[in-house]
């Protein structure tokens, strides 16, 4: 079994900072791509930042320039470090990863529970 696990959400002013972590565990063979997605009120879940195993990155337009993701693969953990924000970054955060979890099985899409994030003054 397969567990993802996100923290570091929270309550922040506009301008200001914050870091999710998501460390995944359990029965993993190996981890490919791992991003991290958004879900605000009434709207459908966008995709916020990617990154491969071997670091290369994709972003959302709308976050460029002001978050970074990254990962330790050894840790089998992504982080998403999140500057400027604005009150429309606000939203329930979720990391995924694209992983096998035995040498002959086919690559799964697993999914953390989500963490709030809330940019208000």
């Known amino acids: 079994q397969v567990q993802l696990v996100e923290s570091g959400g929270g309550l922040v002013q506009p301008g200001g900072s914050l870091r999710l972590s998501c460390a995944a565990s359990?029965?993993?063979?190996?981890?490919?791509?791992m991003g991290w997605y958004r879900q605000a009120p009434g709207k459908e879940r966008e995709l916020v930042a990617a990154?491969?195993?071997?670091?290369?990155?994709n972003y959302a337009d709308s976050v460029k320039g002001r978050f970074t993701i990254s990962r330790d693969n050894a840790k089998n953990t992504v982080y998403l470090q999140m500057n400027s924000l604005k009150p429309e970054d606000t939203a329930v955060y979720y990391c995924?990863?694209?992983?096998?979890?035995?040498?002959?099985?086919?690559?799964?899409?697993?999914w953390g529970q989500g963490t709030q994030v809330t940019v208000s003054s």
């Open positions: 995924n990863a694209d992983l096998r979890t035995g040498y002959l099985t086919v690559i799964e899409v697993y």
């Open positions: 359990g029965s993993i063979f190996s981890i490919n791509a």
């Open positions: 990154i491969t195993r071997g670091g290369t990155t």
